[in-house]
């Protein structure tokens, strides 16, 4: 080897080393913070109070941006809506060439979907999905399921499917079987929004069986998506039977929404006093969601002998939202 050859190489070989050193030097060893991203997973509000209680002044600079970083994880997994983007943005950047750029990058768009820039979070999604490596099917999935669901809300129901499909394949290739019940019902919902009925069916038949062996939260909500598919299909009396079960275990951001087609199914199958109950039942849980339903309900001709003449006013009074969109609310 002559001796401009043996310099090029010696110059590679320090270049290396340079940046490996530089990568290496952005991996914390705090036991604080490590303990704070264990924590994220377990309890997310317990790691969000170690978080704070580390002074910024006994932190290196990766440190720091590691305690950003996991700030927005922590708070994300506590469904705490992000409110500002600079956290994370200088966490992706400061890891940038690290194994954990690939997670900065997804709660970056974790961050832009909650702050409504739907594009944004897309790209960062699939900036996220580019970067990981094969073997991390957890984050894939994480991904790919969040990538889904946006699309899904954007009414791009067909683009949506592939990243749901993947975001199931990746849980059942990490042996997460509680992420594949959720994975399932995305797959339902997006076969619903698809009018593919028959296949929406199996996929939450089969997160119901998934989700009766080791969760009822999981399953009350399995029970939900079947329920109202039945409704969608036209089967009221199915999917009044199903729902009359849940409406009273459910939590309260779903209690509305299993409540509005419970109402809606006792229209369809000529139960005005049931209607009655559980649109009103809807008006009493201090829930903004679907009052239009309880409205419309409410002020059908068949509805009023079940209710006292100062109801009657009184839901007439307060129904001018559900008035003004009538034909829109009479597929329900």
Request: hydrophobic fraction near 40%; glycine fraction near 4%.
């Amino acid at each position: 080897m002559n001796l401009i050859a043996m310099r090029r190489t010696l110059l590679y070989i320090i270049a290396m080393t340079l940046l490996a050193a530089a990568g290496c030097s952005r991996i914390s060893r705090n036991p604080d913070l490590l303990r704070a991203d264990a924590l994220t997973t377990t309890d997310p509000r317990a790691a969000l109070r170690l978080l704070d209680s580390l002074p910024s002044a006994g932190l290196s600079e990766t440190d720091r941006h590691f305690r950003d970083l996991l700030s927005v994880k922590a708070a994300d997994k506590a469904y705490i809506a992000h409110t500002s983007d600079s956290l994370i943005l200088d966490a992706a950047a400061w890891f940038k060439g690290t194994d954990l750029h690939p997670e900065a990058l997804y709660y970056a768009g974790r961050v832009y979907s909650d702050l409504g820039d739907y594009p944004t979070a897309l790209r960062y999604f699939q900036n996220a999905l580019d970067s990981l490596p094969e073997n991390n099917d957890i984050l894939r999935g994480n991904v790919a399921g969040q990538t889904a669901r946006l699309m899904s809300n954007l009414r791009m129901y067909t683009k949506a499917l592939p990243f749901a499909e993947t975001a199931l394949k990746s849980s059942l290739n990490a042996g997460d079987t509680v992420c594949s019940i959720y994975d399932r019902i995305l797959i339902g919902n997006i076969m619903v929004r698809k009018d593919d009925f028959d296949i929406a069916e199996k996929y939450y038949t089969d997160a119901l069986n998934l989700a009766r062996r080791i969760s009822p939260k999981d399953t009350v909500e399995a029970l939900s998506e079947l329920g109202t598919l039945q409704y969608e299909r036209g089967h009221y009396q199915q999917s009044y039977e199903i729902l009359s079960q849940l409406h009273d275990k459910a939590d309260k951001n779903e209690v509305n929404y299993i409540l509005g087609y419970l109402a809606k199914s006792c229209l369809k199958i000529q139960r005005p006093e049931l209607a009655a109950q559980y649109a009103r039942e809807m008006l009493r849980t201090g829930s903004a969601n679907n009052l239009r339903i309880a409205y419309f309900v409410l002020i059908q001709p068949e509805i009023r002998p079940f209710l006292d003449l100062d109801s009657i006013d009184y839901y007439f009074d307060n129904s001018s939202g559900a008035i003004k969109i009538l034909p829109l609310l009479l597929k329900y």
